[in-house]
């Protein structure tokens, strides 16, 4: 199973500002997922991370808003840019095999 | 439209007991794969059990059994003798098509409260 670490793990932000969250993965994996989970909601996908070309975004998501990185087979970024409190969820990264797909912890967004 | 259904918002279970999941899903695919999570109180997501379209056996993970029925599209969690620490929302996701690392859809998720 692969573990998967996020930083940071919670914050607090002020709006207009942005936050770059890191997603870590312990293993080699090819595709990297960033989700959201708005309060008392479930998981939406924001989009698709392949190593060496562009994120696929998924609709209502935009590469301005939601920057991403992912520069090796085992690390992404995701970044919340110009943040408004509507943005306060938390953001998870996802990645696992065919059988298996497993979460990091979340990273809690607080935005005033 | 809405891919995975759970229609279960909430749900009380006795300390010991038995309690079914429901979801139901739609898809056009042959090939799938659903999935069941558990979420806590602290957020994270704990990935519970796997059943791919094509598995012939319903997927069990020790006290988690996944009641698989193809023609009716319907994939409920079991979690036999319910335990304190199986309070937790359960979501329910599929994943479509042959493409092994295509993304998960979830469910709205069932708020599972055990008692004692």
């Known amino acids: 199973s692969a573990v998967i670490s996020q930083k940071p793990s919670r914050d607090i932000c002020q709006r207009g500002t942005s936050l770059t969250i890191q997603c870590q993965v312990d293993s080699q994996v090819t595709m990297m997922f960033w989700y959201r989970q708005q309060p008392g909601q479930s998981l939406t996908l924001i989009a698709t991370?392949?190593?060496?070309?562009?994120?696929?975004?998924e609709s209502g998501f935009v590469i301005d808003k939601f920057p991403i990185s992912r520069p090796n087979l085992t690390f992404s970024t995701l970044t919340v840019s110009n943040m408004s409190p509507e943005d306060s969820s938390i953001y998870l990264c996802s990645a696992g095999t065919t059988i298996e797909q497993f979460f990091g912890p979340g990273t809690r967004l607080t935005v005033l | 439209a809405q891919k995975i259904t759970q229609t279960q918002p909430g749900m009380f279970v006795q300390e010991k007991e038995a309690v079914t999941l429901d979801c139901t899903y739609d898809?056009?695919?042959?090939?799938?794969?659903l999935f069941w999570y558990k979420q806590p109180s602290s957020g994270e997501m704990i990935f519970l059990i796997y059943q791919g379209s094509y598995d012939e056996q319903n997927a069990t993970e020790g006290r988690y059994s996944l009641n698989f029925q193809k023609a009716r599209k319907s994939a409920n969690l079991v979690i036999s003798a319910s335990q304190l620490g199986d309070s937790a929302m359960y979501f329910c996701?599929?994943?479509?098509?042959?493409?092994?690392?295509?993304?998960?859809?979830f469910g709205a998720g069932t708020q599972v409260v055990v008692t004692p």
């Open positions: 996701a599929m994943r479509e098509g042959s493409d092994s690392w295509g993304k998960l859809q």
């Open positions: 991370a392949n190593q060496g070309s562009e994120a696929t975004y």
């Open positions: 898809t056009s695919d042959q090939s799938y794969g």
